[in-house]
């Protein structure tokens, strides 16, 4: 059926309640785990009761947690699937149900509740569980060669070097099923689109990487709710469902584009935004404001790419805080911190916006200059600069660069912020006038600005 995003929530967690589930709600994108900078994962609020160090409430649970992976920043827009926001949806079992049943519920659930044929699934399994390739062939039916056996790295979840870890087995949705059986190449996402995983937690991994048995095996899982969507609304890409698209509409408004017949420079930076505003918009709600540090400097950078790619659609002047009306609005219903929290949100995202736009237009000029004719490579010192005293981050600048084709010194840039903290360290110790002199001669050739410029360099290493 052509199901609303918000229906397949529902179905989802309704489907799993109706097989005694406790339904919960999502966990705040900042996660109790301090080693943890954002929420990256249905499980993670559940992480203390998979390590044994809290019990369960409920021996099992569903939800629709909000995400935020920042790995898959630079997939935004360029793979079809792929967002920094998104929503998982979970069903969790703490010692109770295992494989067999979480597997025969993933195939129900896909099949009776979400109509998809069965002849246009296709699974993973880890390569030595044999288990799991046994339920999917003889408890479900599937056809054996239907049935991959994957490595560890896409098949084995761990949720650190040492502690409870196990198989995974993904369920695969093919857009191409004319193309028949021969090749069913999983990592072809042009024919393939990963949408649920389950995972197996069976073992205790210790600092031998030795596995031992788990007396209570756990399972967790995860579909995400917008690759649901975009394979039940029939659209090309998760960014023209209904959860996404109209964000990416009032964006295409503001610049006056139309969406169907833009092309594909255009779309990216339309899907960046619609990603990126409604990213930016739980992370607030949530309580992160915009800093140099941390989750802080997600949302600045988060920010920043909203407000570049404006520009590159040719808006002029500032415009996130129309686009996150839209976001707002659809996220409310759900989320009612959401619209609690609107003007802090609107607040948020107007300083940033009028404070990233005075420096980008200086740094658009000096990056302007740097990329001259013939040029085919940015130095490190002036990466810096950009960085240093424009604020743009050096994935800004490698990004902008690289639409012209042209590479960053990335070496020579963490040179450049070396020296400069060894700097400003003996600048404590003795007043060193040579070193002070060129400094000013280069605030004067670049003018001066305003911005305090970054000083942490873990903060632009957390988000790579
Ligand atoms: P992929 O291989 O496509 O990057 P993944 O294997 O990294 O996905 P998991 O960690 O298994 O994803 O997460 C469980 C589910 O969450 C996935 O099957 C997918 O439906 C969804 N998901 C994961 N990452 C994203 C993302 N960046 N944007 C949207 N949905 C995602
Ligand atoms: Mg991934
Ligand atoms: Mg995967
Ligand atoms: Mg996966």
Request: net charge negative.
């Amino acid at each position: 059926p052509v199901l609303s995003g918000p229906a397949i929530r529902e179905q989802f967690l309704r489907f799993f309640a109706d097989r005694q589930h406790q339904i919960l709600p999502s966990a705040s994108l900042v996660p109790e785990d301090p080693t943890v900078l954002l929420t990256i994962a249905g499980m993670l609020p559940f992480k203390p009761i998979f390590l044994g160090q809290k019990i369960a409430e409920f021996p099992r649970a569903t939800t629709s947690q909000k995400c935020i992976r920042t790995n898959d920043i630079e997939n935004v827009g360029r793979t079809a699937r792929h967002h920094t926001f998104f929503e998982m949806l979970g069903n969790f079992s703490f010692g109770d149900y295992f494989k067999s049943q979480a597997i025969a519920w993933a195939w129900e659930l896909s099949t009776k509740v979400f109509q998809l044929p069965p002849e246009r699934l296709v699974v993973s399994v880890f390569e030595e569980d044999d288990e799991a390739f046994a339920i999917w062939r003889d408890e479900i039916g599937i056809p054996a060669h239907r049935i991959q056996r994957m490595g560890a790295d896409d098949n084995f979840w761990v949720s650190g070097p040492t502690g409870p870890c196990g198989p995974c087995s993904e369920i695969y949705y093919d857009f191409h099923p004319e193309l028949g059986d021969e090749k069913l190449d999983l990592e072809d996402d042009s024919r393939f689109i990963e949408f649920y995983n389950l995972v197996f937690m069976q073992y205790n991994r210790d600092m031998g990487e030795n596995l031992t048995p788990l007396e209570k095996k756990n399972i967790d899982t995860g579909m995400g709710l917008e690759r649901m969507a975009q394979i039940l609304q029939q659209v090309p890409n998760n960014y023209e469902t209904d959860l996404i698209f109209p964000i990416i509409q009032t964006a295409a408004g503001i610049a006056g584009i139309d969406y169907a017949q833009a092309d594909e420079k255009t779309k990216v930076s339309l899907k960046v935004i619609g990603d990126h505003v409604r990213a930016v918009v739980h992370m607030i709600a949530d309580g992160i404001s915009a800093s140099n540090l941390g989750r802080g400097y997600v949302l600045r950078r988060l920010i920043r790419r909203v407000v570049r790619h404006g520009r590159l659609l040719g808006i002029e002047g500032e415009f996130t805080t129309k686009v996150a009306a839209t976001a707002i609005d659809l996220a409310q219903p759900v989320y009612p911190n959401v619209l609690e929290r609107q003007t802090l949100i609107e607040q948020e995202l107007q300083r940033e916006e009028a404070a990233f736009l005075k420096t980008l237009e200086r740094g658009e000029k000096l990056l302007a200059d740097l990329m001259a004719d013939g040029v085919k490579e940015i130095a490190g010192v002036d990466a810096f600069t950009l960085y240093d005293t424009f604020g743009f981050p050096l994935e800004l600048t490698q990004e902008i660069a690289e639409e012209q084709g042209i590479t960053v010194d990335v070496e020579g840039f963490k040179k450049a912020m070396q020296e400069q903290q060894e700097r400003s360290k003996a600048a404590h110790e003795t007043i060193d006038l040579t070193v002070q002199e060129s400094l000013d001669q280069l605030a004067n050739r670049i003018h001066p600005t305003e911005f305090l410029g970054y000083t942490d360099v873990q903060s632009s290493a957390i988000v790579k």
